[in-house]
C-alpha cells in the first residue's frame, strides 16, 4: 500500500512562489497518474492538476493554468507541483493522490492513497 507525504507548503506573500513535494513511499506510482487537489474549510476537494505516468500529459484547473507546474521524477517516486503568482484565494490544503483509472484525472473519487496535505497560506 502505498503512503503519499506532502511537503513544501508555508506563509507566502500574494505574487510569491512556493514548491510543493509528494514522495511516495512503500511501493512504486511510475506506472499511475497522479494529481494534486487542494481544499478549504467549508468546500469540497478540488482539482488543481494532474500529470500521466510519464510527465508527457499534464492537465490544469482554469484558475491555475498558467501559474502551477505539475512534473515528476520517476527515480525519485516524486511528485512536484511548482506554484508561481500565488494568490490569497490560492490559500488552501494541498493534497496528492495516485489515479487508479482510465478516466478523467479531475474525478476526484478516481483517486487513492490520501496523504495529509500541506497548508499554503498566501498573504495579501
Known amino acids: 500500500q502505498v503512503q503519499l507525504v506532502e511537503s513544501g507548503g508555508g506563509l507566502v506573500q500574494a505574487g510569491g512562489s512556493l514548491r510543493l513535494s509528494c514522495a511516495a513511499f512503500g511501493r512504486t506510482v511510475s506506472t499511475y497518474a497522479m494529481g494534486w487537489f487542494r481544499q478549504t474549510p467549508g468546500k469540497d476537494r478540488e482539482f488543481v492538476a494532474g500529470?500521466?505516468?510519464?510527465?508527457?500529459?499534464?492537465y490544469y484547473a482554469d484558475y491555475v493554468k498558467g501559474r502551477f507546474t505539475i512534473s515528476r521524477d520517476n527515480a525519485k517516486n516524486t511528485v512536484y507541483l511548482q506554484m508561481n503568482s500565488l494568490k490569497p484565494e490560492d490559500t488552501a490544503v494541498y493534497y496528492c493522490?495516485?489515479?487508479?483509472?482510465?478516466?478523467?484525472?479531475?474525478?476526484?473519487?478516481?483517486?487513492?492513497?490520501w496523504g495529509n496535505g500541506t497548508l499554503v497560506t498566501v498573504s495579501s
Open positions: 493522490a495516485v489515479h487508479r483509472s482510465s478516466g478523467l484525472l479531475t474525478v476526484l473519487n478516481d483517486y487513492r492513497g
Open positions: 500529470i500521466n505516468w510519464s510527465g508527457a500529459s499534464t
